[in-house]
Nanobody, 116 residues
């Protein structure tokens, strides 16, 4: 069983930065992909960024060049550095991991609010 706990969300002004972290507990050996998704009020959950076990990354067009996904293998932590934040980035951000057996786990989410 894998548990994911996000942290780092909060209130930030437009143009500001935040760093989200996701700590995994349990064995994630052999995972296929980890990533961040977000869900704004009244909208569907959408992909933000993913990173595979080999380090390949993928970003939504809306965050390309502003967000950076990374992972720390020893600490079993997934990070999302968010720069140049916009009001439309306001959402609950979820961490997820897809295991090699296609089992998918989600965290509880962390709120990010971009507002002046």
């Amino acid at each position: 069983q894998v548990q994911l706990v996000e942290s780092g969300g909060g209130l930030v002004q437009p143009g500001g930065s935040l760093r989200l972290s996701c700590a995994a507990s349990g064995s994630i050996f052999g995972f296929y992909r980890m990533g961040w998704y977000r869900q704004a009020p009244g909208k569907q959950r959408e992909l933000v960024a993913t990173i595979t076990s080999t380090g390949s990354t993928n970003y939504a067009d809306s965050v390309m060049g502003r967000f950076t996904i990374s992972r720390e293998n020893v600490k079993k932590t997934l990070n999302l550095q968010m720069n140049s934040l916009k009001p439309e980035d306001t959402a609950v951000y979820y961490c997820t991991i897809l295991m090699a057996n296609m089992q998918n786990y989600w965290g509880q989410g962390t709120q990010v609010t971009v507002s002046s």
